[in-house]
């Protein structure tokens, strides 16, 4: 069965500080994984997407790597900022099929 | 290039009535996979259809839930005789023919049903 892990469900720190989402798979066969914000209420913004055959793809102060064969991939946030404030959303595709993690609520304080 | 339209963006429904939402997906793309997010939870899976087939519906509730997405038009989720448990954030994404693998999914901002 394909299943995705986020940990921790929620995070809360200082602004400034750098900080680590996580994200784990079963089945490594994935083709891509894309990593994606939702503000309360809104829809979902695709922050970036790795392909099978990538390791990372960096934007901005975002950063997110790809271990296949461990079934991981980590987003990073660098000097976080209030405005990062948001559900931070794993999703994992495997053959053309798209399962979501149950998402990390990051709260970044002022 | 609107992207992907949901509509209605708000939706409320009593108990027993019948919901309709809609999804027209971006330009060209002949994807289109539906999900639901119950409050303060994750986004599950519930169909993936392309041009008159439904692909996967092993998300689906199997009574009173039905997708359908014709040759002409969008891709509509039918929820018969709603109850207060179907109150949920519904989403759509698209994708490309076979593209999909590389450029990843596009979604739409959701519908909202709320079911009084």
């Known amino acids: 069965k394909q299943e995705v892990t986020q940990i921790p469900a929620a995070l809360s720190v200082p602004e400034g500080e750098n900080l680590v989402l996580n994200c784990s798979f079963t089945?490594?066969?994935?083709?891509?994984l894309q990593w994606f914000r939702q503000d309360p209420g809104k829809g979902l913004t695709s922050l970036l997407l790795i392909q099978s055959s990538q390791r990372e793809q960096t934007s901005g102060r975002l950063n997110a790597s790809l271990d296949k064969s461990s079934g991981r991939s980590t987003l990073y946030i660098a000097a976080s900022q209030p405005g990062d404030s948001a559900t931070y959303l794993c999703a994992v595709i495997w053959n053309n099929d798209m399962r979501f993690g149950a998402g990390t609520r990051l709260t970044v304080k002022p | 290039n609107a992207g992907v339209m949901q509509n209605p963006r708000h939706l409320v429904r009593r108990r027993g009535q019948e919901a309709r939402l809609r999804c027209s997906p971006m330009k060209g793309h002949s994807h289109v996979y539906w999900y639901r997010q119950l409050p303060e939870e994750g986004l599950k899976f519930m169909v993936y259809?392309?041009?008159?087939?439904?692909?996967?519906e092993s998300g689906m509730p199997k009574e009173r839930f039905s997708a359908e997405f014709p040759k002409e038009g969008p891709s509509i989720l039918r929820i018969q005789q709603v109850v207060r448990g179907d109150s949920a954030a519904y989403f759509c994404?698209?994708?490309?023919?076979?593209?999909?693998?590389?450029?990843?999914?596009?979604f739409g901002s959701g519908t909202r049903l709320t079911v009084v």
């Open positions: 089945d490594s066969a994935i083709y891509n």
């Open positions: 259809l392309q041009k008159e087939n439904i692909i996967d």
């Open positions: 994404a698209s994708s490309p023919l076979d593209s999909a693998l590389a450029r990843g999914y596009t």
